[in-house]
């Protein structure tokens, strides 16, 4: 069935106008008993009832089976050459700038933020575009360092390499091989350029492993009102350690010093447990292993540990799992198969592209067919746990092939990050956010997919890293909440959208302030609702130094060159800073 084009609209639009002006004639023609002039006056209605529902159908058409079938994008009209549009990996947060430069030199940077300075132009500094919350987009103007993306120098005795900031860190570790070395820690993807990711303060896991930003030894920071400087733990300390983790509100990042580490495998265990094993093995396997993160499954009481550690800890273990690939993944393939019986048609059920699905696909599908609907996430959930069951063993590989996780499709994501305790003595409090969490998403009936992801670091110097501390043997835990966004129909999106800020809101409401949790910048949305958003200013100003951002602010970019509609937001300048 063919969508009407306007002019079909209108024609059909006007036929139903012209019946109800010859009903109104007839009407009007000829008095009428009582009952007549009521039973013409109702038929008058119907056909206006049945006209107008004709025209909205014959332009809006849609299938018997419309409820469960994705829409079809809606097809923008072409942008003009000189308009760029930018969107986030979730496609969560988008803009349109005419302005987006790629220098491919340290003076041709340093030109273009003198320039933007001097005109008072925005030029915010853009990585790969991969935070969810869209930190780095600006329409009014962009630089991003794809051109920069140089490895500048190895010293292999020091095991520290120097970059341009705009390499990715795929690229990165895959220059670092020929030279045996690697990066520390790595998180849960590869694609971020190496300035961005140390600027969000972005992290991998492991409680003795701090957050990426601490990897970084000295850098190279252009800005528009004092150019370049160079910065590090000799050099200015106090602005280094600040502009580590300076969301890129201080200057763009261009070249970084990185400490590494040598080249090492990992043994990765993979085993299902639930709550109260957990408690009971808590605190000897945070001590024990180098990298461990829990995958919780609401509704269920299956966590899933993930633990890695070098081939020297453990005997030989048995890598082959209890299941085969095709045998784990079946139960969710089942599922799907049956869902699909359920909410679209039986032959689309025996569809053989099932069978080349991956898991973490079938689950986006299954979602799709009704993400909103709490049982049926139930059922997702258990059959994710059921997947997990039959997934349990061992695998070995390089530490940069390991530590990935396939995080799923596009999603909603806030992710927080608490105090812990210390190494020697945790204290417990990252177990109780996560119980308090899912008693509330059982009680809010909130419909919660699988997992939330629980991580530890250890503390970072940055003091805008929400795992900064003074104290060296601090560590943190780092809990994310997700709802995935496994369709193009921007109605479902709109719903899925509100539930997840429902749930966000709720689980910041009830545990937040009481376990000292903040937000990961790449991750923290800006509220609407002016009260709301000064309430979340004023709770800033609590965990960071906000006012001496602020001043290097001003003092580095008082045009705000580098300063986009969310940081000012987060950061608002009073008429006393700009002045000073």
């Known amino acids: 069935m063919r969508r009407l084009l306007l002019a079909d609209l209108l024609r059909r639009a006007s036929s139903s106008h012209h019946h109800l002006h010859l009903v109104r004639a007839l009407s009007a023609s000829s008095p009428l008993p009582a009952s007549d002039a009521d039973l013409r006056k109702y038929a008058g209605y119907a056909l206006l009832l049945v006209g107008c529902g004709a025209a909205t159908y014959y332009s809006f058409p849609l299938p018997p089976d419309a409820l469960h079938k994705k829409a079809v994008p809606f097809k923008y009209a072409p942008l003009p050459d000189d308009l760029h549009a930018v969107s986030n990996w ?3 947060h988008e803009v349109h700038t005419r302005v987006l430069l790629q220098p491919d030199s340290l003076p041709a940077l340093h030109d273009a933020l003198a320039a933007a300075h001097g005109e008072r132009r925005k030029l915010r500094p853009l990585g790969s575009g991969l935070s969810p919350n869209g930190l780095a987009l600006s329409r009014a103007g962009m630089v991003n360092l794809a051109l920069m993306d140089k490895l500048l120098d190895v010293d292999a005795k020091k ?29 849960s993807i590869r694609e971020q350029q190496v300035g961005g990711i140390i600027q969000v303060g972005a992290h991998g896991t492991g409680a003795r492993l701090p957050p990426i930003d601490e990897q970084v030894i000295s850098m190279k920071l252009v800005t528009p009102a004092k150019g370049t400087i160079e910065l590090s733990r000799e050099k200015d300390p106090d602005l280094f350690y600040l502009a580590r983790c300076g969301l890129g509100g201080l200057g763009v990042v261009a070249e970084v010093t990185l400490q590494c580490v040598e080249r090492h495998q990992l043994i990765e265990h993979t085993f299902v447990s639930s709550a109260d094993e957990v408690k009971k093995n808590h605190k000897k396997w945070l001590s024990e292993n180098k990298h461990i993160k829990y995958l919780w499954i609401p509704y269920t009481d299956t ?15 048995k890598f082959t799992s209890k299941y085969g690939k095709d045998e784990a993944i079946q139960h969710i393939r089942d599922l799907y198969r049956e ?7 039986k032959a689309e059920s025996n569809d053989p592209e099932v069978d080349q699905l991956s898991f973490t696909e079938l ?20 059959a994710e746990a059921e997947y997990w069951k039959k997934s349990e063993g061992y695998r070995m ?38 119980e308090e969490l899912l008693q509330l998403i ?5 419909p919660a997919p699988a997992p939330i992801e629980q991580r530890w670091t250890a503390c970072s110097r940055s003091p805008m890293s929400p795992a900064s501390s003074s104290q060296e043997d601090d560590i943190f835990s780092w809990v994310g909440i997700i709802m995935y966004l496994p369709t193009s129909d921007a109605r479902q999106r709109k719903e899925i959208t509100e539930e997840f800020f429902n749930y966000r809101s709720k689980t910041q409401t009830n545990l937040w302030d009481g376990y000292s949790a903040y937000e990961h910048w790449a991750k923290i949305e800006v509220p609407k609702d002016k009260d709301e958003l000064t309430e979340l200013q004023a709770r800033l100003r609590k965990r960071f130094p906000v006012d001496a951002y602020n001043k290097a602010r001003m003092e580095l970019d008082p045009n705000k060159v580098l300063s986009n509609a969310k940081l000012e937001k987060l950061f608002p300048v009073t008429e006393v800073q700009h002045a000073k």
């Open 397 to 434: 590989g390089w530490s940069d092939e390991i530590l990935g996780f396939d995080c799923g499709g596009q999603q909603w994501v806030s992710e927080t990050c608490f105090p812990a305790g210390t190494l020697a003595k945790p204290n417990m409090k990252d177990l109780d956010y996560i």
């Open 159 to 187: 095991k520290t390499v120097t970059v341009q900031a705009g390499i990715r860190v795929a690229e990165l570790v895959d220059a670092l091989r020929e030279h045996g070395l690697t990066l520390q820690n790595f998180a």
């Open 339 to 345: 869902s699909l019986k359920k909410y679209r048609t």
């Open 90 to 92: 979730s496609a969560t």
């Open 363 to 382: 689950r986006d599908r299954l979602l799709a067919l009704d993400p909103l609907d709490k049982d049926h996430v139930i059922r997702i959930n258990k």
């Open 442 to 446: 059982e009680k809010e009936d909130i």
């Open 303 to 317: 966590v899933v540990v993930v633990q890695c550690n070098s081939p020297s800890r453990w005997r030989t273990p």
